[in-house]
């Protein structure tokens, strides 16, 4: 009887390094699947808080108000002051909001938000008018109400820089402050909005939005 014939010694070590390479280019698959996945969540991620910090921008200028005695807007360069309406028709009060860009240890810079309590006499308007510019500047910290101030912030996404514009008789110019804008015309007809957001973050690059007053005319861009 014939013997069977067994692989041979070469024969087994290519077999093993076929396999070695197969083994090798699947797992650089997985990886770069794995990569890609967390990529996409990320991005995803950056996206989500982008649309939630834009809807909360576009939701504070709807509802921003002018009122007897009241700046409605104010613009300092460095921070944005509102006077906005509650969204609870139960509720007659407003709130002073503020926007502004801070220094943060882990992403460099980030977009902020701060909001009053509510408010129903003037007095606590102008208290909280002054508490937002405060926070706007250094966080409190020069009027001896830092921790009170940083309670009520919430920091949004990283942002590189911003930049406001006003649309004022026909043309997008850079905002000003609330003197320049006067009592006449206390709110710009619109509000254009100039992120600068950082790379590695899922999202980069310059990013645009423009916001409307409702009864103004649109603008031309």
């Known amino acids: 009887?014939?013997?069977?014939?067994?692989?041979?010694?070469?024969?087994?070590?290519?077999?093993?390094?076929?396999?070695?390479l197969l083994a090798l280019v699947s797992w650089r698959g997985l990886e770069g699947m794995a990569r890609a996945q967390a990529l996409n969540r990320e991005r995803g991620d950056a996206?989500?808080?982008?649309?939630?910090?834009?809807?909360?921008?576009?939701?504070?200028?709807?509802?921003?108000?002018?009122?007897?005695?009241?700046?409605p807007m104010d613009w300092d360069g460095r921070v944005?002051?509102?006077?906005?309406r509650s969204t609870d028709t139960a509720q007659s009060v407003v709130y002073v909001v503020a926007w502004t860009l801070r220094a943060d240890a882990a992403v460099g810079a980030r977009w902020q938000r701060w909001q009053s309590p509510g408010i129903t006499t003037r007095v606590e308007w102008q208290q909280?008018?002054?508490?937002?510019?405060?926070?706007g500047q250094d966080g409190?910290?020069?009027?001896?109400?830092?921790?009170e101030l940083r309670g009520a912030e919430l920091g949004l996404m990283p942002?590189?820089?911003?930049q406001l514009y006003y649309f004022r008789?026909?043309?997008?110019?850079?905002?000003?402050?609330?003197?320049v804008l006067g009592t006449g015309t206390?709110?710009?007809?619109?509000?254009?909005?100039v992120l600068s957001l950082p790379p590695g973050q899922g999202l980069a690059g310059l990013l645009t939005r423009d916001w409307l007053r409702p009864t103004a005319m649109a603008p031309k861009s």
């Open 1 to 20: 009887m014939r013997r069977s014939k067994g692989f041979t010694l070469i024969e087994l070590l290519v077999a093993i390094a076929v396999m070695a």
């Open 47 to 71: 996206m989500l808080t982008l649309q939630a910090a834009l809807s909360q921008w576009n939701a504070d200028l709807d509802a921003t108000t002018a009122l007897t005695q009241i700046r």
């Open 80 to 84: 944005l002051r509102l006077t906005r």
């Open 128 to 135: 909280a008018w002054d508490r937002a510019a405060a926070w």
């Open 140 to 147: 409190g910290s020069s009027t001896g109400s830092g921790s």
């Open 159 to 162: 942002v590189e820089a911003w």
């Open 169 to 179: 008789n026909d043309s997008w110019t850079p905002a000003v402050g609330a003197e």
């Open 186 to 193: 206390p709110l710009p007809d619109g509000v254009r909005l």
